[in-house]
T-cell receptor, first 115, second 111 residues
Framework: AQTVTQSQPEMSVQEAETVTLSCTYD???????LFWYKQPPSRQMILVIR??????QNATENRFSVNFQKAAKSFSLKISDSQLGDTAMYFCASTNNNAGNMLTFGGGTRLMVKP | NAGVTQTPKFQVLKTGQSMTLQCAQDMNHEYMSWYRQDPGMGLRLIHYSVGAGITDQGEVPNGYNVSRSTTEDFPLRLLSAAPSQTSVYFCASSGTGGGYTFGSGTRLTVV
């Protein structure tokens, strides 16, 4: 079974600054994917970024990037130039192709971007 | 617009009532799942399907039934609603390689 842990229940950052959200995971699979999802107050789940475990290069999507440390089973999300619209819950999740693509979620980090 | 459509958005049930949450996707995705989200927690898997005619249980399946007669539809049935099933429910679909697309959620209250 996979487990995902987010150790920071809440974080805050000043607008335009950089913040890093932490995530660790545990899996016995060799082929898996990792994701960060954003959930704003509208409660819609929005895919922010995904990482394929067999790729060593860290994924990047505009202001969002990850630091994927496979040996340490760590998958942190860095948000650069934080904007007020980044205020949301952020969930780290993992899946593997051998389990019907089921997602296992961490408990979430509530991020507040302050003006 | 392509995506995952969930209905209803809100529902109040009395204890013991039954109902079906509807989920449809138009992306021809193989994988579909139902999750529940309780306050202050991440999403937990209820049931999932890897294709039409195939379903399996997730982490918290008790009190729920699913079926997958077509690729597009994956309804979730509450057999006899209990207050412990008060939650927000999300349906999601995915092709191969992960990256689920989520519906907008159903807020269910059981009184």
């Amino acid at each position: 079974a996979q487990t995902v842990t987010q150790s920071q229940p809440e974080m805050s950052v000043q607008e335009a600054e950089t913040v890093t959200l932490s995530c660790t995971y545990d899996t016995s699979e060799s082929n898996y994917y990792l994701f960060w999802y954003k959930q704003p107050p509208s409660r819609q789940m929005i895919l922010v970024i995904r990482q394929e475990a067999y790729k060593q290069q860290n994924a990047t999507e505009n202001r969002f990037s990850v630091n994927f440390q496979k040996a340490a089973k760590s998958f942190s999300l860095k948000i650069s130039d934080s904007q007020l619209g980044d205020t949301a819950m952020y969930f780290c999740a993992s899946t593997n192709n051998n389990a019907g693509n089921m997602l296992t979620f961490g408990g979430g980090t509530r991020l507040m971007v302050k003006p | 617009n392509a995506g995952v459509t969930q209905t209803p958005k809100f529902q109040v049930l009395k204890t013991g009532q039954s109902m079906t949450l509807q989920c449809a996707q138009d992306m021809n995705h193989e994988y579909m799942s139902w999750y529940r989200q309780d306050p202050g927690m991440g999403l937990r898997l209820i049931h999932y399907s890897v294709g039409a005619g195939i379903t399996d249980q997730g982490e918290v399946p008790n009190g729920y039934n699913v079926s997958r007669s077509t690729t597009e539809d994956f309804p979730l049935r509450l057999l006899s609603a209990a207050p412990s099933q008060t939650s927000v429910y999300f349906c999601a679909s995915s092709g191969t390689g992960g990256g689920y697309t989520f519906g907008s959620g159903t807020r269910l209250t059981v009184v």
